[in-house]
């Protein structure tokens, strides 16, 4: 009886599969199914797909003149093609778009999308269902009607325009033309390139950051890259050529950054600020990508927070933010909202194998911009109150976890403003002071707060040609307390000059072993395999003072 039992069981299970097979099939190749079925099939997109896509261009000066659609049809991309630089015009895309669900035997779905100025079906055989069609500025579309063409992994559910003759595209599954929109826009304004994505939108890769087997983890700081939207102008660059011809502020900025991500192969990489040079960036998401796509390729992942620079052109820090949560292989966090600043958060290091304890703590606030009291502290802004009591609740909160880690745990934090402690010319330090320290005139003592949890070291930008790390030790028994580190500027987008500032980049190679913190710089140029200033700040997980103080 038993057996008989199974035996059923077994036979109606492979029924039913083999029957739901032949219905998947049949339905991705003939969708025979009702739409309120066939929204629950594998193949169905939960999202948008797009059916038209057009440029509408109109004139700044005649008042008549309309880049706006029918917005119950159209739904028009808000990135102006000329990036508000025309004097004379405008140009946008519109697309339209339905969900699966709401498309009828009318309609037809794009599956392809290409810029050029020939028809790209000249002398290709195409489908009788598919046709290459005609749009504004050299742009061809591709729409099907097939019943299925919805379903397929090549129907394009959304499109974006990033600009310079440098972009490219940092998100998975989205694919950017390489060439620019057929405008007539002039050498002064980059070029518009479409990008677009094909099928379902995926989640992006999120690694949790583990301390290498051998005990190891290399953290490398990239602070000040001063990214456009194009190339760039290159500011106080030594030398002044690059590679035999001019100097491209974001070419070398990033030829900098690859070379030392392949000879130094970092665990994680920090962006502490002015990722993004807001005066030259109209379009801040294309400076994104560019260093995104570099991280990306090498599969590393990284933090960022913002500086003073970051929001000052089209996109403010909340929409910056949300658009670097969604890339692959960032860590980086909003925050919690009732507290001021965008970007304050932390990570958490794992120890090496499988261990689910954590071994470092890399904190991150944000340090805002200008002051808000320019009458009382003029100068820049400093990390607010609710900030440092929230930064206080979660040190305080993980207190117990990592006491579970049997080695000796570190707190380690990153901001992007110095502290008013930089400013100590009695303490000593290791490195370069060549500018004045442009921290907050007020001191809300976020410095104290780091010191009483326990946090190592702290390191920030700004001031570009500022690269020491200065040793902050009790005022009454001078017991050493805190480092506090400058990264030095990287990006030759923002200004360099004092005497001849290299750009560099700074790295922390951090041995959990011993619970120790070396630390040292990398040059642009000159001695560029070197490292510069090398020294170890924290041993036994004690802050230790300078070897060779430099006063």
Same mark, same amino acid.
């Given at each position: ?8 069981? @077994? ?38 797909? /797009?059916?038209?896509? @057009? ?45 699966? %669900? ?19 079906? @000249? ?18 579309? /591709? ?17 974006? =325009? ?73 500011? +106080? ?25 392949? %000879? ?40 960022? =927070? ?64 200008? $002051? ?46 110095? /502290? ?56 009454? $028994? ?48 000159? +001695?560029?395999?070197?490292?510069? +200033? ?18």
């Amino acid at each position: 009886m038993t057996r008989r039992i199974v035996r059923t069981i @077994t036979q109606l299970t492979a029924a039913a599969v083999f029957t739901f097979l032949i219905v998947f099939f049949l339905d991705r190749n003939f969708r025979l199914l009702p739409n309120a079925v066939h929204e629950y099939m594998p193949q169905h997109h939960h999202g948008l797909v /797009l059916t038209d896509i @057009t440029i509408t261009t109109c004139s700044k000066i005649n008042l008549f003149s309309s880049c706006k659609l029918d917005p119950d049809v159209w739904h028009r991309v808000e990135k102006n093609l000329y990036l508000d630089k025309s004097w004379v015009s405008s140009a946008y895309i519109h697309v339209r778009r339905k969900k699966e %669900e709401e498309l009828v035997p009318t309609d037809k779905v794009i599956v392809g999308v290409t810029v050029g100025r020939l028809d790209p079906s @000249t002398g290709v055989k195409g489908k009788a269902d598919e046709r290459w069609e005609s749009r504004p500025a050299g742009l061809w579309v /591709l729409r099907s009607s097939k019943a299925t063409a919805s379903d397929s992994k090549k129907a394009v559910t959304a499109i974006d =325009i990033l600009f310079g003759d440098d972009a490219v595209e940092a998100r998975d599954g989205w694919q950017l033309q390489n060439t620019p929109l057929l405008l007539d826009a002039g050498h002064e304004i980059p070029s518009a390139h479409i990008t677009i994505r094909q099928g379902k939108q995926g989640e992006p890769i999120r690694p949790q950051p583990r301390v290498n087997d051998n005990g190891k983890f290399k953290i490398m700081q990239l602070a000040d890259l001063h990214l456009s939207t194009g190339v760039g102008h290159c500011r +106080d660059p030594v030398p002044d050529g690059y590679q035999g011809g001019p100097c491209m502020a974001d070419l070398r900025t990033l030829d900098f950054v690859s070379r030392l991500l392949d %000879e130094e192969k970092p665990d994680l990489v920090v962006l502490s600020g002015d990722q993004v040079n807001g005066d030259t960036a109209p379009d801040a998401q294309s400076a994104i990508f560019k260093y995104a796509q570099l991280l990306i390729a090498r599969k590393i992942p990284y933090v960022s =927070i913002f500086g003073n620079h970051d929001d000052e052109g089209s996109l403010p820090r909340p929409g910056q933010m949300a658009m670097i949560e969604q890339l692959p292989y960032s860590l980086s966090v909003a925050g919690p909202d009732d507290i001021d600043g965008v970007g304050n958060y932390y990570i958490e290091v794992l120890a090496q194998g499988t261990s689910k304890h954590s071994a470092l703590t890399v904190y991150l606030l944000d340090s805002h911009s200008y $002051s808000p009291d320019e009458r009382q502290w003029s100068g820049y802004d400093w990390i607010k109150k609710n900030q440092i009591d929230w930064f206080r609740q979660t040190s305080e909160g993980l207190k117990k976890k990592h006491k579970e880690y049997t080695h000796i745990h570190m707190d380690i934090a990153f901001i992007h403003i110095p /502290l008013p402690e930089y400013t100590d010319a009695n303490s000593p330090y290791v490195g370069e002071w060549r500018e004045g320290v442009t921290a907050p005139k007020y001191n809300s003592g976020f410095r104290d707060a780091l010191v009483e949890h326990g946090v190592v070291m702290v390191s920030c930008g700004h001031d570009h040609a500022n690269e020491y790390c200065m040793l902050s030790s009790n005022e009454e $028994s001078r017991k050493p307390e805190l480092w506090m580190c400058y990264g030095g500027g990287a990006g030759f987008g923002g200004y360099g000059g004092y005497g001849g500032f290299v750009r560099r980049i700074r790295f922390f190679d951090i041995d959990m072993n011993e619970a120790r913190i070396m630390t040292y710089k990398r040059l642009e140029h000159g +001695d560029t395999a070197g490292r510069i +200033d090398q020294q170890i700040i924290v041993d036994g997980g004690i802050v230790i003072p300078p070897r060779d103080p430099a006063t």
